[in-house]
């Protein structure tokens, strides 16, 4: 009986000793934070929502997951370090663009003329409706002040703009000094005297090796560059992907490269050193395509009021083939009225020279070889002279008015209009490209200025059409004696055997005979 009583007294607690219990478990843990209580009273819950199937076996790994779901939301106190932008970049290179140099001469700077002002340019293209912007105007105004002054240019204009599919070019235009022309001619002909030497190397390695069968093609001949300063490579051209950043002198333009350039049509990538895949196949990178196309953009879309330039003063009556490129600005000009300017075409004229269809801008004899004089070599043998002789290719003129320019499809080469209708009397003569989409000249009075602004295409039409590739060329020539003709049977065989040995016995009967008659005679 009292035995009884004392089992019955130890399963019933106290309250004291139960209070005493959940004190314990409200205890929390030094390493955790968490205490026996919270803990089984939330797995008791996922327990009762998730009414898994063997609970006791799964106990210890639910006791686990509600452990892990509670640091799961918890954030740590410490930040993460900002992460700096592309932007930000950007503006801590430009900061060098607003520094202004310790020691300036006021007064040089402001008779210096060098660079012409953008941010005026800037405000007449607003005008016009067309250009990059205040903003970027005068950071690129910045860029050309830095740029000038690394390289001692003489002279230094904002071409345009031409946008790629991942960054843009900035260009900018420069006139070669005396020092820079005879740098980049010696640059070039050592890079020419050292291609030849590599292909004498070749020639003698192949020489020293078996011989092999040898092409007799004959590759047309190559028309020579135009020399430094002159046609197309009268000006020096330098990008740049953003005011701030390096600028990019580019290379020197060949014949081949702008003929193939006309024939292919591709979007710029923004990468100088990306490599140009085409049909035809270019000579060069992206580098030596942007070059080609800033060549021909500039000799279709550079243009000036008529009477702004005149011809240059030449020596002697002979018109020289290098200097037709000549002008000077004329000090008689007094502007034209805006309004004819916008009306009539005749106005304006072109100041760069065209590019023939040799890709240069003076054609040149490629029969004749350089350093031959071809009237000696006509005198001393006059028959070997080819009949055919090619005829020069003329190209219009220097200052030709836009007005001769040819239509596309039917449509008018270019447009023109007043900057503003509302307001005439301080308008502005615009003049827009519809062959070079991007190309805009302005002219007010005495002041004139042209820019690119585009992705650097021409206009072709409804679509681009690629050219096809020519047909593959004859493996050998054709003849009877490399026919291929049917074997004969063996009776044909026997047949013409003894039809030999018939002929030759009547020779032989032919030679006895007259071999009798002249014994008897």
């Not at 005493?20 to 955790?32: E, I, P, T, V």
């Not at 243009?303 to 240059?312: D, R």
């Not at 005439?424 to 003049?431: E, F, G, R, Y």
Request: negative net charge; charged residues 30%.
């Amino acid at each position: 009986m009292d035995a009884n009583v004392g089992n019955r007294d130890s399963r019933h607690q106290s309250p004291l000793q139960a209070a005493s219990l959940k004190a314990f478990m409200l205890k929390n843990s030094s390493r955790s934070s968490l205490n026996l209580y919270d803990h089984l009273t939330r797995l008791l819950i996922k327990v009762m929502d998730e009414h898994p199937d063997d609970v006791v076996d799964v106990f210890e790994e639910m006791s686990h997951d509600v452990k892990q779901g509670l640091f799961e939301g918890v954030q740590s106190s410490l930040q993460d370090l900002p992460q700096t932008s592309a932007a930000e970049l950007l503006a801590e290179q430009q900061r060098s663009l607003f520094s202004q140099p310790e020691e300036v001469d006021q007064e040089d700077e402001m008779v210096e003329t060098t660079l012409p002002n953008v941010n005026e340019i800037g405000f007449y293209l607003e005008q016009a409706g067309v250009g990059l912007g205040r903003e970027e105007m005068q950071r690129i105004f910045l860029a050309l002040k830095h740029l000038v002054e690394l390289q001692a240019l003489q002279r230094c204009r904002l071409w345009g703009k031409i946008l790629g599919t991942e960054s843009n070019y900035i260009v900018a235009e420069a006139e070669y000094a005396e020092g820079d022309m005879e740098h980049e001619q010696s640059a070039e002909e050592a890079l020419e005297e050292e291609e030849e030497r590599e292909a004498e190397i070749q020639e003698s390695e192949a020489k020293e090796m078996d011989p092999l069968p040898r092409s007799v093609y004959k590759p047309p001949p190559m028309v020579p560059k135009e020399a430094i300063g002159t046609g197309a490579n009268k000006f020096v051209y330098y990008v740049c992907k953003e005011p701030g950043l390096p600028w990019v002198k580019l290379p020197s333009v060949s014949p081949a490269q702008i003929n193939v350039a006309r024939q292919i049509c591709k979007f710029f990538t923004g990468r100088l050193d990306t490599p140009v895949v085409s049909y035809p196949p270019f000579s060069g990178n992206e580098a030596n395509y942007l070059r080609a196309q800033i060549a021909r953009i500039s000799a279709g879309t550079q243009v000036s009021p008529q009477g702004f330039y005149q011809a240059g003063e030449e020596e002697g009556d002979e018109e020289d083939e290098a200097s037709r490129d000549s002008y000077e600005v004329n000090p008689d000009f007094e502007g034209i009225p805006v309004g004819e300017m916008a009306e009539s075409l005749s106005s304006w004229v072109h100041h760069v020279q065209h590019i023939l269809q040799q890709g240069r801008c003076t054609w040149v004899n490629l029969a004749v070889k350089p350093g031959e004089d071809s009237t000696e070599e006509a005198e001393a043998d006059e028959k070997e002279e080819e009949p055919d002789e090619p005829e020069p290719e003329v190209g219009p003129p220097l200052l030709t008015p836009l007005s001769q320019d040819a239509d596309i499809l039917n449509s008018p080469p270019w447009s023109s209009k007043l900057s503003s209708t509302l307001t005439s009397q301080h308008a502005i003569a615009v003049l827009r490209s519809n062959l070079w989409p991007g190309a805009y000249a302005y002219a007010c009075g005495k002041k004139f200025e042209n820019i690119y602004v585009g992705w650097g295409l021409k206009y072709v039409g409804e679509g681009y059409s690629p050219p096809v590739p020519p047909l593959p060329q004859a493996e050998y020539s054709s003849g009877p004696e490399i026919t291929e003709a049917l074997d004969p049977s063996l009776e044909d065989e026997q047949a013409m055997k003894e039809a030999l040995e018939e002929q030759q016995a009547a020779q032989e009967e032919m030679e006895e005979e007259e071999e009798e008659e002249e014994e008897d005679d």
